[in-house]
């Protein structure tokens, strides 16, 4: 089965500075998607960014871009030039390719990301 | 407006009351999901709809049922709930059930507190 592994529970950063927060997992197979969802404190869940494990290009939302390393399925998110606004739980997402139950999102703990004005 | 509308936003309730949680999306999607999120635990996937057909029971207690009378609407009734049930309950749906890329949207979720 596979797992999804964050293994920083809280991280901080200064405004406007960069932060990295870090995602592993394990799999058996070569073709799944990658997520990153933002939860604000008692707001809704939102996607943040999304890899495609066959492509090879980092994907990028604005500030937001991740570091995907499949060889070592390792999947981190880095928030450049960060804002108050950034605060949140972050939690770090697998889905496998194949549909049915095994297409289900597999979650981490997730990563409490506080911002410092 | 939101694509995913759960209510009630907060829910206190005892152990032998019966109450239900409401999840509305707009989105057009084909799969709804109810999720349970407690603190540093990931996220528990408890049941999915599949164009209002249940196609995910995972090992959830009895006392949570859920109802899909359409693609639109999902429901989650509780009775003779315990203490450890007290978490936020989140609601989701995507375009199809489990199809790769597609990203799920989630609800605001309801706060559950048992008392």
């Known amino acids: 089965a596979q797992t999804v592994t964050q293994s920083q529970p809280e991280m901080s950063v200064q405004e406007a500075e960069t932060v990295t927060l870090s995602c592993t997992y394990d799999?058996?197979?070569?073709?799944?998607?990658l997520f990153w969802y933002k939860q604000p404190p008692s707001r809704q869940m939102i996607l943040v960014i999304r890899q495609e494990a066959y492509k090879q290009q980092n994907a990028t939302e604005n500030r937001f871009s991740v570091n995907f390393q499949k060889a070592a399925k390792s999947f981190s998110l880095k928030i450049s030039d960060s804002q108050l606004g950034d605060a949140a739980m972050y939690f770090c997402?697998?889905?496998?390719?194949?549909?049915?139950?095994?297409?289900?999102?597999?979650f981490g703990k997730g990563t409490k990301l506080s911002v410092k004005p | 407006e939101t694509g995913v509308t759960q209510t009630p936003r907060h829910l206190v309730m005892g152990m032998t009351n019966k109450k239900s949680l409401k999840c509305e999306q707009h989105?057009?999607?084909?799969?709804m999901y109810w999720y349970k999120q407690s603190a540093k635990k990931p996220l528990e996937l408890m049941f999915v709809y599949s164009l209002e057909e249940r196609v995910e029971n995972n090992s959830v207690p009895s006392r949570f049922s859920p109802e899909c009378p359409n693609s639109s609407h999902l429901f989650l009734h509780l009775h003779t709930l315990q203490p450890e049930d007290s978490a936020l309950y989140l609601c989701a749906s995507s375009q199809d059930w489990g199809a790769g890329g597609q990203p799920q949207h989630f609800g605001d979720g309801t706060r559950l507190s048992i008392l």
């Open positions: 799999t058996s197979e070569s073709d799944y998607y």
């Open positions: 989105l057009g999607h084909n799969a």
């Open positions: 997402a697998y889905r496998s390719s194949y549909g049915g139950s095994q297409g289900n999102l597999i």
